[in-house]
């Protein structure tokens, strides 16, 4: 299954799932990435610890550990 | 009270009638604080990341006849629980009595701000919409139809920008208008699968009558999304029984059309899909969409590069302590000389001896000595609110959020963390915005660790007594770092030791680049700056006349008298000055605060420290600035007579060997924050016990280091 964290640098997906414990979903739902929201990967910081990506207009930073929790496909 | 008083106090009360009390909030960093600042002339602090304002504060002003009460909420994505701030936001508009919600919305990013903006609709509560930052929206091509917008939400909504104070008075007036008149229902709507079980509840409670205190339309959508208070009152009256299977079975239709087992996520999902049809009424793009990079991606391609990101940020920052010393070392000489002049000047006005020293050598040196660095401070504020209000801040975070994990800590720490290099009080204050009670109790025990302002005059008093100019500033950025590594392994063995779990997940926004008005530095800085210069005028003042009264009392009269005779016997001049040098030395040591140094010199003793440096750290629990004014009360007493080396710095490398400076300025770095700032850790810890836990923790590592870094230093030979 393709990841957040497996997506290359500019690559363009849209979220089909989200498997985090309830807290840290709903922290996510509350930033805009939800099911079906187009996310933009824009950085990785070195060794992919922590990724930037982009929903709409707002760019979030998150861990990889988060990032391989959250299920896309291809835009 | 007589009749009369009794009979004139309800001519009083119309005032009240005419009180507004506002609640403003909106998602974290849209510039609610800067708005207020912008309605009224106060000055909270505004920052470019989330989380700058994580209590409540309270602004009021006047306008017409009304009398306002604004009350700046910290910024919240949703109504979630998720951090502190977000608590105090959400059971503050859950059971605060207030008039009238402001949603504080971002222009340039409307569609992430509507999602909390349809939240608040669902409340039963008057809501104006202020669209702030409507001048860089339309700079970057976003037409905003606010009159639509309004007609569609059922809210009015108001063009605003409070950098460039606009429209604020167009926003206040219609606060007044909304405020005059009835609420009117939003119009919000849902997807047609939930409108038809809200309608189904909303039929129930019309055929039983239900007596409720809001809409039935509110009550169904309440109980569809658990609010809690909605089922507090309802489920006490007998058609519960009757509603409940009712609301069971909505809900699970509800979960069921948005195929999850999250009532939370359907009701994301709702609210997503009615502000993206908002979106495509009301917003416009005035050119097309342009694919070329925006100004933050462009920085943000240098700043976080995955290999220049840390070395940048590290130039940067050793840069600031180059400039700190650098820059701040020019009118050190002028402020010096003044106060020399000055206590001078004064001196010779006072006939009485005692009166004299008090005044020259307690007051004047000490808080002298304190005053010359405020240039440094100035430097070092400014660094700071720059990367505050740049967004350079939350870049940062991202970069070390990998690196900070390895020891235990979490990337979002660091904004806690740099506070703390200003002042310790609000980086325990900013600690909030971790979520995690074990991450954030972890960064409170590590936040002493950044050496706060207060503590940088010692620094550079001792950087220039040891080193040459050239290399001060090194040294400078250097205590800093070797501070900051500290912190950071202190973390790790926290982390193995008291905070063992697991840890929390990292998710932050990235704001977008914003460089600051010069009036908000202005502010900014002028505040922090402020706040140090009233301190040395008052706390310290008062601390420096203590450690005069302390160092010059009790008066030995038979040492006196002796030396007296020996002075007057002595053949030169020479001799004369090194009697009366011996004299002050002598009286000192016999002084209350040469028995309080003696008494506790055993402990400081196996880290090279002499009495004089160890009553300078123990003062220096009241307030680290003490440490520079007790330094100076002690070596200008000893040294009066000498005017070769009436300067504090030339005075501390002749009389203090370079390994136990090494010694005290690894306590200072290390041990027990000031006063003010140990009652707010406890405050924020959350309880007494965790202020011994750090009392203890701080002493011990200090006590180690210093002891190390003493007897390490001399086996290199210095």
């Not at chain 1, 299954?1 to 997906?13: A, I, Q, R, T």
């Not at chain 2, 009015?156 to 609420?183: D, F």
């Not at chain 2, 009066?640 to 203090?656: E, G």
Request: charged share 20%; net charge negative.
């Amino acid at each position: 299954m393709k990841n957040l964290l497996n997506c290359h640098k500019g690559d363009k997906v849209k979220v089909t799932k989200i498997n985090a414990e309830y807290n840290l979903k709903q922290r996510l739902i509350s930033f805009g990435v939800m099911k079906g929201a187009e996310v933009e990967v824009l950085e990785h910081a070195p060794r992919k610890k922590t990724i930037e990506i982009k929903v709409g207009k707002m760019r979030i930073a998150l861990r990889g550990e988060e990032a391989e929790l959250i299920e896309v496909e291809a835009a | 009270m007589s009749q009369n008083e009794m009979n004139r106090q309800p001519k009083v009360c119309p005032i009240i009638a005419n009180h507004i009390k506002i609640a403003l909030v909106g998602q974290p960093n849209v510039g609610k604080s800067m708005l207020i600042n912008s309605v009224s002339n106060a000055h909270l602090h505004v920052g470019n990341f989330s989380g700058v304002t994580v209590d409540k504060t309270e602004v009021l002003f006047d306008y017409k006849d009304y009398h306002f009460t604004v009350v700046d909420l910290p910024g919240t994505y949703a109504f979630t629980d998720f951090t502190i701030e977000e608590k105090v936001t959400h059971k503050y508009l859950c059971n605060e009595d207030y008039d009238l919600i402001i949603n504080v919305v971002d222009s340039t990013n409307l569609e992430k701000n509507l999602q909390l903006t349809s939240e608040l609709l669902t409340m039963n509560k008057k809501i104006v919409i202020a669209l702030n930052m409507s001048d860089e929206a339309a700079k970057e091509g976003i037409e905003i139809d606010e009159k639509l917008m309004s007609e569609l939400l059922g809210v009015p909504c108001i063009k605003v920008s409070a950098a460039a104070k606009t429209g604020i008075e167009e926003l206040i007036e219609t606060v007044t208008q909304v405020y005059a008149h009835e609420r009117v229902e939003s119009k919000l709507i849902f997807s047609e699968a939930v409108e038809e079980e809200i309608e189904k509840i909303v039929a129930f409670l019309q055929k039983h009558h239900y007596d409720a205190n809001n809409s039935y339309r509110n009550v169904a959508i309440n109980l569809l999304q658990n609010k809690e208070k909605t089922y507090q009152r309802i489920s006490k009256k007998a058609i519960w029984t009757e509603l409940q299977p009712l609301v069971v079975e909505a809900i699970h239709h509800i979960e069921l059309h948005h195929n999850t087992d999250d009532l939370k996520e359907a009701f994301a999902e709702e609210y997503s899909a009615f502000n993206k049809g908002i979106i495509a009424e009301v917003v416009r793009y005035k050119e097309e969409k342009k694919e070329e990079k925006t100004v933050t991606e462009k920085i943000d391609n240098i700043l976080i590069h995955p290999l220049y990101g840390i070395p940048i940020f590290l130039f940067l920052m050793w840069g600031l302590f180059q400039l700190t010393f650098v820059l701040g070392a020019l009118p050190m000489d002028l402020i010096s000389g003044f106060f020399d002049w000055f206590g001078a000047a004064v001196g010779s006005t006072i006939s009485n001896e005692e009166v004299r020293s008090l005044v020259v050598d307690g007051l004047i040196s000490g808080v002298g000595a304190v005053i010359l660095f405020t240039p440094n401070i100035i430097i070092l504020f400014i660094g700071i609110a720059l990367l505050e209000t740049t967004g350079y801040m939350s870049r940062v975070a991202f970069l070390l959020d990998g690196f900070f994990h390895k020891f235990g800590l979490h990337g979002q720490s660091f904004i806690p963390l740099v506070t703390g290099f200003g002042c310790s009080i609000p980086a325990y204050m900013s600690a909030r915005i971790l979520k995690n009670d074990r991450d954030r109790l972890l960064t409170l025990f590590i936040i002493s660790f950044m050496s706060c302002g207060a503590r940088l005059p010692v620094y550079v008093l001792f950087a220039g007594a040891f080193f040459s100019e050239a290399v001060a500033g090194n040294v400078l950025f250097a205590i800093y770092i070797t501070g900051a590594v500290m912190g950071l392994i202190a973390a790790k063995v926290l982390k193995l030791t008291a905070f063992k779990g697991v840890d929390e997940p990292f998710v932050m926004e990235m704001p977008k680049y914003r460089f600051p008005t010069m009036r908000l530095l202005f502010h900014t800085v002028w505040g922090e700056t402020k706040m140090y210069l009233k301190k040395a005028g008052t706390f310290i003042a008062g601390a420096t006349v203590l450690i005069w009264f302390l160092s010059n009392y009790p008066h030995n009269v038979e040492l006196e008298k002796s030396y007296t005779a020996k002075i007057e016997q002595a053949q030169t001049k020479q001799e004369q000055n090194i009697l009366h040098n011996e004299l002050s030395k002598k009286e000192l040591e016999v002084s209350y605060l040469g028995k309080i140094g003696k008494f506790s010199e055993p402990v400081f003793l196996p880290l090279g420290l002499d009495w004089k440096m160890a009553v300078a750290l123990e003062a220096g629990i009241a307030a680290k600035e003490v440490i520079v004014s007790t330094l100076g009360v002690l070596y200008s007493l000893g040294d009066s007579v000498d005017a070769q080396s009436h300067s504090l710095k030339t005075a501390i490398s002749k009389n203090i060997p370079f390994a136990s400076a090494v010694a005290f300025i690894i306590v200072i770095m290390v041990y027990l924050p000031c006063f003010a700032a140990s009652i707010v850790f406890t405050r924020e810890a959350g309880g007494i016990k965790y202020f011994f836990y750090l009392l203890a923790f701080t002493s011990i590592t200090a006590y180690i280091l210093a002891f190390l870094g003493y007897h390490i230093t001399l086996l290199l030979g210095y």
